[in-house]
């Protein structure tokens, strides 16, 4: 009986110890997973950012080189009007150093009904450009009568980090537009 007992605690402190052993293997390569994981996540973090910076660097070179277009994807008369998605692929506006080209649709009219027109004008010289560098990127602003009687101001809110811009076009005898879009270079 002694000797079963002997065998039997035998086997059991074996088992105990070969399970132990087995747990810290497994707890050795999971920590070694962990850290690997760990390392990989900060690595793919790291370039996200370095992607994130060289694209803000990217659109601050755009607008102070005065070589960048704006496609706009969506347009909507303020302060509450409908929201209208923009398909036409020939509407932009591209402002060069010595010229802003501009073809966008309006919304003429204070009241209802509003009758749509096409902006359709190369404009060899703007007045008032200013960009002024945000926190969020940039405020470039400038006006035109757009050949006619009327002074329009273009408003455009460019997003550096988010990489979308917002232009306002607006006038003293109609209600604002407001476009939204991207900035790509020329």
């Given at each position: 009986?002694k000797r079963s007992s002997i ?32 390392a990989q996540q900060e690595a ?18 755009l607008v102070l080189s005065h ?120």
């Amino acid at each position: 009986m002694k000797r079963s007992s002997i065998i039997t605690f035998s086997i059991i402190v074996v088992l105990i110890a070969g399970i132990t052993i087995s747990i810290e293997a497994q707890s050795d390569a999971t920590a070694t997973k962990s850290a690997t994981r760990t390392a990989q996540q900060e690595a793919r973090q790291q370039r996200r950012a370095e992607r994130l910076a060289k694209y803000e660097r990217f659109v601050d070179s755009l607008v102070l080189s005065h070589n960048y277009r704006f496609v706009p994807q969506t347009m909507q008369q303020l302060p509450a009007g409908m929201m209208r998605n923009l398909m036409n692929p020939e509407y932009e506006i591209i402002v060069w150093t010595d010229a802003v080209d501009v073809c966008l649709p309006y919304l003429k009219g204070y009241t209802p009904p509003y009758y749509p027109v096409v902006f359709n004008y190369v404009l060899p010289s703007v007045e008032g450009y200013t960009a002024e560098q945000t926190n969020d990127g940039w405020h470039v602003t400038f006006r035109s009568t757009m050949f006619s009687s009327t002074d329009y101001t273009f408003s455009l809110e460019i997003y550096s980090r988010y990489g979308g811009a917002l232009l306002t076009l607006s006038s003293p005898f109609y209600n604002s537009v407001q476009y939204t879009g991207n900035l790509f270079a020329i």
